[in-house]
């Protein structure tokens, strides 16, 4: 019992532990890195119809929701759901194999 007890606190307190992180976002780790405000991006519809901010460099990916000014979902209808558009993939040299 007390073995299964030490065992779970050292695993919460390595997962919190974990969450603890001085990396810089804001710049594209990979092999050609750079400032995320130089990377191009796409729009991905989801299932929903709404569209989301698309980055691949071939290596890595980012992706956020579209918001408006008020903070709700951008719904444009801009593509069908499920399908990306856009010069999302054209910043980086890496081949994507998918």
């Known amino acids: 019992m007390f073995r299964t007890k030490a065992l779970l606190l050292l695993a919460a307190t390595a997962?919190?532990?974990?969450?603890e992180s001085s990396v810089n976002k804001t710049i594209d780790g990979g092999?050609?890195?750079k400032d995320l405000s130089q990377l191009e991006?796409?729009?991905w519809v989801?299932?929903?119809?709404?569209?989301?901010?698309?980055?691949d460099d071939?290596?890595?990916?980012?992706?956020?929701?579209?918001l408006d000014r008020k903070g709700k979902?951008?719904?444009?209808?801009?593509?069908p759901?499920?399908?990306a558009t856009?010069?999302?993939?054209?910043?980086?040299?890496?081949?994507?194999?998918?």
Do not use: T
């Not at 989801?46 to 980055?55: A, E, K, L, R, S």
């Open 41 to 43: 991006a796409g729009i």
């Open 58 to 66: 071939g290596v890595e990916g980012y992706l956020s929701q579209r």
């Open 31 to 33: 092999v050609d890195a």
């Open 81 to 83: 759901p499920g399908i």
């Open 15 to 19: 997962g919190l532990a974990a969450c």
């Open 86 to 98: 856009g010069p999302f993939k054209q910043d980086s040299f890496v081949v994507d194999l998918l």
């Open 73 to 79: 979902p951008v719904c444009s209808g801009i593509a």
């Open 46 to 55: 989801d299932p929903n119809g709404c569209d989301h901010w698309i980055i």
